[in-house]
């Protein structure tokens, strides 16, 4: 996925109720500050929420859209890696809700998401 490789993300488990990725942290992820910009906490969420979505909506003529988010940022992250671990909270007809802890090498959360996602017909 060519979004996926600008943010640098790596799935590491893809499944219908647990998903987990990770960014090795860079420069280009950082702000001006010097910590990772909430841009890309928010977007890897997105992503990941989207992906296992996807992925379990495609045998049934399904496609997914990230419908909306809500990021709270807990502290700031400066370098290592990135950890996503996504739980599905709910798997509805339209919609599925997924949660996302992003946390560092530590393991201490750095922000908390809920993205829900749209589930619409497959393109085509």
């Known amino acids: 996925m060519a979004y ?5 993300l790596v799935v590491d488990v893809l499944g219908d109720e647990l998903a987990r990725a990770h960014v090795l942290v860079e ?3 950082k702000q001006p ?6 841009g890309l906490l928010a ?3 997105e992503a990941l929420g989207v992906r296992a979505t996807a992925a379990a909506v495609a045998a049934e003529g399904g496609a997914a859209r990230g419908l909306s988010s809500q990021t709270s940022f807990l502290r700031p ?7 996503a671990e996504a739980r599905r909270r709910h798997r509805g007809r339209t919609t ?5 802890d992003l946390a560092g090498d530590d393991g201490r959360l750095c922000a908390l998401v809920r993205v829900t996602v749209a589930v619409v017909p497959a393109p085509g």
């Open 4 to 8: 996926d490789a600008t943010l640098g």
């Open 27 to 29: 420069d280009r992820h």
């Open 33 to 38: 500050m010097g910590l990772v910009h909430g």
């Open 43 to 45: 977007s890897v969420a």
């Open 77 to 83: 992250l400066f370098g290592g890696t990135l950890r």
């Open 96 to 100: 599925w809700l997924w949660e996302v």
